[in-house]
């Protein structure tokens, strides 16, 4: 099945950022985006991810265009089958670790998986509040924010910018490790090209198309 597809996008800001770009994400599958920066990367990630409407082009989620959805049924698709996880991680700062989690928990009817707090070694802090906490650490909460609730696509901008190399690659592994448990997908945005070739399949962004390199 595919879980995403998108068709010629096309968008301009001051300039044209990029034209005509497809692609498609199926069940179990990851996909990695790299560019130099101002290459439209984090811009082209943000209309895949529905927070950005391209100027020309079309996305479909679930086999269903989004243009076609009304506002209730792509909030619902938002809110329960996208996560997404940016380098600034925008956790609720007057929160615990753990209050940010039961937030997301609460929003998807889900429950928070102690074994995935221990995975990404936040266990010990979980109670701490947000703003006691390092910036690896932060990072780590809202990666298991975006976890908790069960996605059923991860889009994730440099989602290891703030953290060391080898919890970087135990981050990677661990959403390799939910798409292919949960039938789920991923779009990753990075700048690390060893990180970027982990993934099924590797596109470069530049001179405004989409090139797949892998």
Do not use: W
């Amino acid at each position: 099945m595919n879980l995403l597809s998108a068709k010629n996008l096309s968008h301009t800001f001051e300039y044209e950022l990029f034209k005509n770009i497809s692609l498609d994400l199926h069940a179990k599958e990851s996909i990695a985006i790299i560019g130099i920066s101002g290459s439209g990367k984090s811009t082209l990630l943000h209309i895949l991810s529905t927070l950005l409407k391209a100027d020309t082009g079309s996305v479909s989620l679930f086999e269903e265009d989004i243009l076609n959805l009304s506002k209730k049924k792509l909030s619902q698709i938002k809110r329960d089958s996208l996560g997404l996880v940016f380098q600034s991680h925008y956790l609720f700062k007057g929160f615990s670790a753990y209050e940010n989690l039961e937030v997301a928990a609460l929003l998807s009817h889900q429950k928070i998986d102690n074994e995935l707090l221990k995975k990404l070694n936040i266990h010990e802090c979980i109670n701490q509040k947000v703003t006691e906490l390092s910036g690896g650490q932060q990072q780590r909460v809202s990666i298991a924010r975006v976890l908790t609730k069960k996605p059923r696509i991860i889009f994730a901008d440099e989602p290891t910018g703030n953290l060391d190399k080898k919890t970087a690659n135990e981050v990677m592994n661990l959403f390799f490790e939910y798409c292919e448990k949960a039938n789920a997908g991923m779009v990753l945005v990075t700048h690390d090209e060893e990180l970027a070739h982990k993934c099924n399949k590797v596109y470069r962004l530049e001179n405004k198309e989409l090139v797949r390199i892998q």
